[in-house]
C-alpha cells in the first residue's frame, strides 16, 4: 500500500509527480530545488543558499510524513556544476547528526529551473 505526501511547507510539484510516497516503512521523495515554498520562486543566489533551501523543503517534507534526517537512509544529490561539490557537502553534511545516509553525487547538464542542486531522499517512518 502507497500513501501519497504531500505538505504546504514544500515547494508544490511542478509536474504530474508527488512530493512524496510512502510505501511500507520507507518514505520516497521527489527531489527537490531550491523553490520557495509560499510563491515557487527559485532561492538561488549562491549555491550555499540554494542548498539550505532545498534542505529546509526536505525536512518539511520528511516532516509532514512523520520522520526526520535522523532516519534518512540514502540520498541522491544532482549538481549542475561538480565544483560546488565542497559547498554542497559542508551544507548537506549541517542538517545530519554524523550518521550520515548512503548517497550518490553526480553532475548533470541541466536540472529544472536551472537549480544549480537536486536532492532526493529515501528515509524511515
Known amino acids: 500500500m502507497k500513501t501519497i505526501v504531500h505538505t504546504n511547507s514544500a515547494p508544490a510539484a511542478i509536474g504530474p509527480y508527488s512530493q512524496a510516497v510512502k510505501a511500507g516503512n520507507l518514505l520516497f521523495t521527489s527531489g527537490q530545488i531550491a523553490l520557495h515554498p509560499e510563491n515557487g520562486s527559485m532561492i538561488n543566489q549562491d549555491i550555499a543558499t540554494e542548498t539550505k533551501q532545498v534542505m529546509a523543503n526536505l525536512e518539511a517534507v520528511l516532516s509532514a510524513a512523520g520522520t526526520d534526517f535522523s532516519k534518512v537512509i540514502k540520498t541522491v544529490i544532482f549538481l549542475r556544476d561538480l565544483n560546488d561539490f ?16 548512503a548517497r550518490e553525487t553526480v553532475q548533470v547538464a541541466r536540472l529544472p529551473k536551472d ?3 537536486e536532492i532526493s531522499m529515501v528515509a524511515l517512518v
Not at 91 to 99: A, E, L, N, P
Open 115 to 117: 537549480a544549480g542542486v
Open 86 to 101: 565542497e559547498v554542497v557537502n559542508r551544507v548537506y553534511g549541517s542538517f545530519f547528526d554524523g550518521q550520515f545516509p
